[in-house]
C-alpha cells in the first residue's frame, strides 16, 4: 500500500506562484514513477504532469508546459509541483499520484494509488 498527502494548495492572484507537494509512504518512493492531475468543476481529471522514478524523465500537458515543473526528493519521500504564472484556469483540485513502474505514466488509468487533492484557486 502506498499512502500520498497533498499540500500548499490555496488561493493565489493571476501571474502568481505556488509549490504543491505530496508526501508518500508504504512502499519504497523510488521504486515509483508520480504524476500530478487535476479535476475543475465540472470537468474530468486530466493529466498536469509526470516524473519517472529516478527523476530523469518527466512530462507535462501542454496547458502548463513551461509554467510547471514537477520534481522529486526520494530521500524525502515527496513529489513536488512548482506552479508560476497560474492563470484562472489553472483552478482546480489537484492530485498526485503514484504508478507501480518505474516509467512516465500520462493517464489516470496506468495510476494505482491516489492522494486527497488539495485545492488551487487563481482568482483577483
Avoid: H
Amino acid at each position: 500500500q502506498v499512502q500520498l498527502v497533498e499540500s500548499g494548495g490555496g488561493l493565489v492572484q493571476p501571474g502568481g506562484s505556488l509549490r504543491l507537494s505530496c508526501a508518500a509512504s508504504g512502499r519504497t518512493f523510488s521504486s515509483y514513477a508520480m504524476g500530478w492531475f487535476r479535476r475543475a468543476p465540472g470537468k474530468e481529471r486530466e493529466f498536469v504532469a509526470a516524473i519517472s522514478w529516478s527523476g530523469g524523465n518527466t512530462y507535462y500537458a501542454d496547458s502548463v508546459k513551461g509554467r510547471f515543473t514537477i520534481s522529486r526528493d526520494n530521500a524525502k519521500n515527496t513529489v513536488y509541483l512548482q506552479m508560476n504564472s497560474l492563470k484562472p484556469e489553472d483552478t482546480a483540485r489537484y492530485y498526485c499520484a503514484a504508478r507501480l513502474d518505474y516509467g512516465l505514466g500520462f493517464s489516470e488509468y496506468e495510476y494505482d494509488y491516489w492522494g486527497q487533492g488539495t485545492q488551487v484557486t487563481v482568482s483577483s
